[in-house]
């Protein structure tokens, strides 16, 4: 089964640049979702197919991916923009998505 | 307005079973693919599976095949997920939510819009 690799923790001073990476083999020929979870609510969709923004998300939240590694990248970091932060992709060799572990990103 | 709204939390017994819903309203339930995502207590999202409920073609992760059946109603705009048999690991959050992009290019697009969660827990 394909394995989506997450650091557990980012931390970043606001204002500053985050960057969340999701590394997996050869993940740069798939298309990587991420999810903003924070606690006690449901995920939201934050960045879909790589790059693009879903309608209300901010465009200081920005995608990348190539080679094995994909990146989320959260410019001016915000109080508010603590949470867990998950990438998914879809294992086209087993039909199904997968999911990596998550990283807490705290604003210090 | 796009909803997916869940039904109410549970409290089950090891051994019971169990069908939780997923009802669609805003817009048309067979265009999308819909999926169920479990959380437990502390931890990351699991993908379960999903179902297109023009067809209920069914896709499981290989974690949750056998396990749980997820199924569609397209009389009632719902999609469901049961148990058979619940154990104490199945204790957690259940999200549904919605695959945008087409039958065949999901995968593109990603959980656009999710539910509110069920909470089920299971315990002697």
């Known amino acids: 089964s394909y394995v989506l690799t997450q650091p557990p923790s980012v931390s970043v001073a606001p204002g500053k640049t985050a960057r969340i990476t999701c590394g997996g083999n050869k993940i740069g020929s798939k298309s990587v979702h991420w999810y903003r979870q924070k606690p006690g609510q449901a995920p939201v969709l934050v960045i879909y197919y790589d790059t693009d923004r879903p309608s209300g998300i901010p465009e200081r939240f920005s995608g990348s991916n190539s080679g094995n590694t994909a990146t989320l990248t959260i410019s001016r970091v915000e109080a508010g923009d603590e949470a867990d932060y998950y990438c998914?992709?879809?294992?086209?060799?087993?039909?199904?998505?997968?999911f990596g572990i998550g990283t807490k990103v705290t604003v210090l | 307005e796009v909803q997916l709204v869940q039904s109410g939390a549970e409290v089950k017994k090891p051994g019971d079973s169990l069908k939780i819903s997923c009802k669609i309203s805003g817009y048309s339930f067979t265009m999308y693919w819909i999926g169920w995502v479990r959380q437990m207590p502390g931890k990351g999202l699991e993908w379960m599976g999903i179902?297109?409920?023009?067809?209920?073609?069914?896709k499981y992760s290989p974690s949750f095949e056998g396990q749980v059946t997820i199924s569609a109603d397209k009389s009632l705009n719902t999609a469901y997920l049961k148990w058979n048999s619940l154990t104490p690991s199945d204790t957690a959050i259940y999200y549904c939510?919605?695959?945008?992009?087409?039958?065949?290019?999901?995968?593109?697009?990603?959980?656009?819009?999710w539910g509110q969660g069920t909470t089920v827990t299971v315990s002697s």
């Open positions: 998914q992709v879809w294992d086209s060799n087993s039909d199904h998505y997968v």
């Open positions: 939510a919605r695959h945008s992009g087409s039958y065949y290019d999901f995968y593109y697009y990603g959980l656009d819009v």
């Open positions: 179902i297109h409920p023009l067809d209920s073609d069914t």
